[in-house]
């Protein structure tokens, strides 16, 4: 069966400019993350659905950072008004269970490498 | 809140050395897993602890989970090429899961 899967691979958008990042969980995966990475970093949390709410938006670096998810599928993460800053590969990954406990093993995706000039 | 440790950042090697990168949570933990990233790629699944003093192996890969489930190690034995990558520990504490930092490693042919 398919993977995660995202969209775009690639991003080059200007400082100011709002972006949308798409992600396309394994069908059937209650739980989504999303994660940022810069280059020769760790991953940073930003955000997890549990279905289509979100218990934890602990991690948005910022408000202008935000993110929904509809249909216990597709999220989207959109960043208003980029900034330099946020140049980075964002993650997303999903998981069959929740969390915590079983079946939490995470499955991501090939990621959204974004670039701010 | 939990936070998971790795050591070391970086670690060069020679190939066929041996490397090993440890896992240090500040809490207890319920289980315990691991991932590796290719460089350019994205983190892959590789496996879960659960019991405390658990070890499981991969072929060259040895994985230990501690008796106090609060740390975790991974040893590779004879380190190839195709070994190059970061890889991550990430604690289940019963809240969420929590990746530590990652240790890259760099493996000299």
């Known amino acids: 069966g398919a993977g995660v899967s995202q969209s775009p691979s690639n991003k080059v958008t200007e400082k100011g400019k709002d972006v949308e990042l798409r992600c396309d969980p394994i069908s059937g995966h209650t739980a989504l993350y999303w994660y940022r990475q810069r280059l020769g970093q760790g991953l940073e949390f930003l955000i997890y659905?549990?279905?289509?709410?979100?218990?934890?938006k602990s991690g948005l670096p910022s408000d202008r950072f935000s993110a929904e998810r509809t249909g216990e599928s597709v999220s989207t993460l959109t960043i208003q008004r980029t900034q330099q800053e946020d140049s980075a590969v964002y993650l997303c990954?999903?998981?069959?269970?929740?969390?915590?406990?079983?079946?939490?093993?995470?499955?991501f995706g090939p990621g959204t490498r974004l670039t701010v000039l | 809140g939990q936070q998971v440790m790795q050591i070391p950042q970086y670690q060069h090697v020679q190939e066929g050395e041996d490397f090993t990168t440890y896992c240090n949570s500040s809490t207890t933990l319920s289980n315990i897993q691991w991932y590796k990233q290719r460089p350019g790629g994205h983190p892959v699944f590789l496996i879960q602890l659960v019991k405390s003093g658990e070890v499981k192996k991969q072929k060259r890969l040895t994985f230990q989970f501690g008796e106090a489930k609060k740390n975790s190690s991974l040893h590779i034995t004879a380190t190839q090429t195709t070994d190059v990558g970061t890889y991550f520990c990430a604690g289940d504490a019963g809240n969420m899961l929590t990746f530590g930092g990652g240790t890259r490693l760099m493996v000299k042919p």
């Open positions: 659905f549990q279905g289509n709410s979100a218990p934890d």
């Open positions: 990954a999903s998981s069959l269970g929740s969390p915590t406990g079983s079946y939490n093993e995470q499955f």
